[in-house]
């Protein structure tokens, strides 16, 4: 990862991610999970505090060491047990069918394999089991996306791999999500380009066979 990745880039993410405008849509992304849970892109553990009472477990999956340590403070308030449990979503160390639900906020940008990070939470996901997500990505504004695909070069860089332009309703529903509740918006007191997000909850396939 090199001494930027290490060092600078998880604490970066930590106070872009700890900005209280986005407090309100951790919320409403983690409000409805319930059971065993895996939370792929953990970072420095911004949604902790929303976890709610029906949660029986998180793992947490983040490859930044760093990011765990900065979780410290919000993992010792946590009213729900967190382990470390992996390091990359596009590969995760569980059985298939383990969890009830999964957690995804502002990490589907960054995964570098977005649709093989996808097909593993249905994967590990339980038939019918909830993926919660809150992300980023292409803005439904041709004017905006022009921007989008200007800036991504650069936001890549500064942003360990950060995409603008990733459609994330596309990718789930590609798949094979079936997205229950969808919110388009624009993140307020956020640019344009990188504040075009959506907010949902999309179900992981019924029957544990595989299209792809
Ligand atoms: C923009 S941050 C979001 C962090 C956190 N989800 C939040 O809402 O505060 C993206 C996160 O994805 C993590 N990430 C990058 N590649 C990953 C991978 N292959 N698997 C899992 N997480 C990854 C990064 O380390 C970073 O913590």
């Not at 553990?45 to 979780?71: C, D, M, R, S």
């Not at 041709?142 to 921007?147: F, L």
């Not at 509740?181 to 066979?209: H, M, N, W």
């Amino acid at each position: 990862m090199g001494m930027y990745g290490e060092r600078m880039l998880p604490r970066i993410v930590n106070m872009a991610c700890g900005q209280q405008d986005m407090r309100p849509l951790r919320r409403r992304a983690c409000a409805s999970l319930a059971g065993d849970v895996v939370e792929i892109g953990f970072g420095s553990g911004h949604n902790v505090p929303f976890y709610p009472p029906a949660v029986t477990q998180v793992a947490a999956i983040e490859p930044a060491g760093l990011g765990w340590k900065l979780a410290d403070k919000r993992l010792r308030a946590a009213t729900v047990p967190v382990r470390w449990s992996g390091l990359d979503g596009q590969d995760l160390p569980f059985p298939d069918g383990t969890f009830d639900a999964a957690l995804s906020t502002w990490t589907l940008c960054t995964i570098p394999d977005v649709v093989a990070a996808l097909d593993e939470l249905q994967r590990v996901l339980k038939p019918g089991g909830t993926l919660h997500f809150v992300e980023h990505g292409l803005a439904p504004d041709e004017s905006v996306r022009r921007w989008q695909r200007r800036l991504e070069p650069v936001q890549k860089v500064v942003f360990g791999g950060c995409h603008l332009t990733r459609p994330i309703a596309d990718l789930l529903t590609g798949a094979g999500f079936t997205i229950t509740e969808l919110d388009v918006f624009y993140q307020t007191r956020a640019p344009k380009f990188g504040g075009a997000s959506c907010l949902g909850i999309a179900k992981a396939r019924t029957s544990t066979a595989r299209t792809r």
